[in-house]
Every structure is written in C-alpha cells, then in structure tokens.
C-alpha cells in the first residue's frame, strides 16, 4: 500500500457541529484498517482497528466505517467539542505482514 | 506507569556525532516499531522488530540502527548524523505484528546542528 490519502488536510467547525473525514487507500492486498488521534504535543492514540468490509466501530460520539471493495473509511464525529480538536492519522496495512502506512492526517479544529 | 517510553524527549547534537535514542515499553507486547516524522510531517516506519526478527525499510540510510537488548526495550542508534536526520522520532510497540493498534511513546526531538 503506497497511496494513502486523506481529505480534508484540514477541517474548522463549531462546537455541536457533526463532521466527517474520509481516509482513502488501494484496495488490493488489504489486511487492516487504523485510525488514530494525535493531540498536539502528545503522541498517536488509537481509536480504532478495522479489517472487515462494511465493518463499523463506535467509541463515544466518534465512529468509522470500513469500505475495502473500494478502498474508502470514514470517521464520523457526532457533535464535536473542543476537546476532538485534533490530527485524525488513518494507517492501512497491506497484508498480515505488511507495515502500517500513515496518511497525513486531517486536522480538526472545534471552535467554542 | 507510562506504557512507552523513549528518552530523551530533546536531543540537540552536531553534524558527525553518533547518538542513541532508547525506548522501552512495559506492555509485554511482542511487537516494537520505530517512526520518523518527516519535514512533511509524515509518520514512516523505519523499523519493525518481532521477536528477534527485524523488518528494515530499504529507504533508511543504513547508518541507522536498531538494537533490541530483549522484547521490551528497542534503542535507536545513529552514526555519523546528518543535517537531514532532523526530526522527531517516535516508539511505538503493538501485542502482534498483524491486528494489534499501536501505542506510542511521546518522540524525541533531534536537531543536528
């Protein structure tokens, strides 16, 4: 897995908005799916690890979607506080042995 | 108890010297990665360890070294640093090379003057 893209780079949006990113990644050879929050001045925290198609995993007001037919994850944010204002890494890995291989990452910012 | 962690967090040296960055975790995971954040602020994996067995991306400059002492500890040595070497390194461990998420240590700053 070379291209791993994420939109948008970067997202601004009031406190109580609902938002979504969108990590996309070649479908072939697909293994696992990771999405991590990084705060600034902290290090990567994971949220999720996903490897099914149609999976959907939920931790609070965050949730994602898995797509591996056509190579797409979403994360949802429900709500959005201050505190989610953050760097959202999505992370594919290409077979059980493969590297995890990090996108850019879309930076969120929740206005109060 | 922190879970990864790598010292030091700042590393300041000049061109040529050779330094070594640490990193332990207490997790009891199987699995111990090292990432550098480049100047595009992208995460890319240097290294994988997996019991005894080393993973080595073929872009690092082989003056880079990992040196894993036992399953919990996995030190990154450099020689010679360059100008470019610059960055912020991180540790990370997982349970399993495969399906586990990673935990990460806070990265080390090095700036090579």
């Known amino acids: ?112 | 108890d922190t879970a990864v962690s790598q010292t030091p967090k700042y590393l300041v040296t000049q061109m040529g010297n050779d330094k070594s960055i640490k990193c332990e975790q207490n997790l009891g995971h199987d699995t111990m990665y090292w990432y550098k954040q480049d100047s595009k602020k992208f995460l890319k994996i240097m290294f994988s360890y997996n019991n005894k067995e080393l993973i080595i991306n073929e872009t690092v400059p082989n003056r880079f070294s990992p040196k894993s002492p036992d399953k919990a500890h996995l030190n990154l040595h450099i020689n010679s640093l360059e100008l470019g070497d610059s960055a912020v390194y991180f540790c990370a461990s997982s349970q399993t090379r495969s399906g586990s998420p990673l935990h990460f240590g806070n990265g080390t700053r090095l700036t090579v003057t």
């Open chain 1, 1 to 112: 897995i070379l291209n791993v893209e994420q939109s948008p780079q970067s997202l601004h949006v009031q406190e109580g908005d609902s938002t979504n990113f969108t990590c996309s990644f070649p479908s072939s050879n697909f293994y696992a799916l990771h999405w991590y929050r990084w705060e600034t001045a902290k290090s990567p925290e994971a949220l999720f690890v996903m490897t099914l198609n149609g999976d959907e995993k939920k931790k609070g007001r965050i949730s994602a979607t898995l797509n591996t037919k056509e190579g797409y994850s979403y994360l949802y944010i429900k709500g959005s506080q201050p505190e989610d204002s953050a760097t959202y890494l999505c992370a594919p890995r290409g077979g059980s042995q493969g590297n995890l291989i990090f996108g850019k990452g879309t930076k969120l910012s929740v206005k109060p």
